[in-house]
């Protein structure tokens, strides 16, 4: 190998942390260092490769293609040499497949179809770990993730999307106080139940009223809540409309719980991504996962 080919591990540390989190202040929070250190390490090596592995705006920063790419590669880079040091210590990575998931999908999408994952693969420990953060904030490695599309996903890979709808729901009860299907403009007469992050990288009623050519109606009463899984309990206990993920709320109104309200449904042909981590789990198992679950979202 020519060790002239080969940045300094100085640089790829600070790389993969700040890849990974999508963020500077993180990457130096992780590795105690200032982020002025994790920025000159991180320019140095954009010098040294001649390409920009992130865009710089607003006090933010973003993974340009070469720098997603070359992240992937660093990732597993440095997981595969952490993972044999530790064999080496006498240490042992636990077993089984470790899925990262998003708690609505964990909840009303993946749970439902575990059996049918038992049933097909017995030998496959699946342990699944769930969070209302995008994946960058991850608190332990993972084989597979699954989240919307176009939240942070660092250095992870990304395997294969799929699509969704998004309509509003409401209560049975609430729903029962008009005709359905209700027109837009009468959805301001409810309240609407809003799930807001900073940033906003989930779609909230501003866009999908903006999706159908018309604005979010003036004197909406918009409640706040802080997750999915919160604005859809709240919509089955009658406390407003909220919108659904079709794949999500299937099976609540199934169950009479929820009910579309409006013929509008907002469709997303690439929603929901499914990423390959960097964990160094048993390969084999991974892809059979990874297989499944694309079955899963192909049949609907």
């Known amino acids: 190998m020519d060790a002239r080919a080969l940045p300094p591990l100085s640089r790829l540390r600070p790389f993969e942390a700040a890849i990974r989190h999508e963020s500077f202040t993180a990457a130096a929070a992780e590795l ?11 320019a140095a090596l954009e010098a040294d490769l ?60 993946l749970m439902p179809r575990l059996p049918r994952l038992h049933e097909t693969h017995p030998e496959i ?14 608190s332990e490695p993972f084989d597979i993730a ?34 359905l299907p209700c027109p837009l403009p009468d959805l301001s007469r409810l309240p609407l139940l809003s799930h807001r992050v900073v940033p906003q990288d989930w779609l909230d009623w501003p866009d999908w009223f903006e999706a159908f050519g018309a604005s979010l109606p003036a004197g909406s009463r918009l409640v706040m809540f802080d997750s999915v899984p919160l604005v859809l309990q709240a919509a089955i206990a009658g ?25 509008e449904a907002l469709a997303r042909p690439a929603e929901i991504s499914v990423f390959r981590g960097l964990r160094g789990g048993s390969h084999r198992q991974t892809d059979a996962v990874l297989s499944w679950l694309r079955a899963e979202f192909e049949a609907g």
């Open 32 to 42: 105690g260092l200032t982020q002025t250190a994790v920025t000159k390490q991180i």
């Open 50 to 109: 001649g390409v920009a592995l992130f865009e710089r705006r607003n006090r933010a920063v973003f993974p340009t293609e070469e720098g997603r790419a070359f992240g992937c590669v660093v990732g597993r880079a440095l997981s595969e040499i952490a993972g044999e040091a530790a064999r080496l210590r006498g240490a042992r990575l636990p077993g089984g497949v470790v899925l990262h998931c998003q708690h609505c999908e964990a909840f009303y999408w």
């Open 125 to 138: 420990e699946l342990r699944l770990v769930t969070s209302l953060d995008p994946i960058t904030r991850a």
């Open 146 to 179: 699954i989240q919307t599309s176009g939240r942070p996903s660092g250095s992870a890979r990304l395997a294969f999307t799929a699509g969704d709808e998004i309509f509003p729901v409401a209560s049975p009860a609430l729903a029962g106080a008009a005709p």
């Open 239 to 263: 406390r407003g409309v909220a919108l659904g993920w079709r794949r999500t709320v299937e099976g609540l109104i199934g169950e009479g719980k929820l009910v579309r309200l409006c013929a």
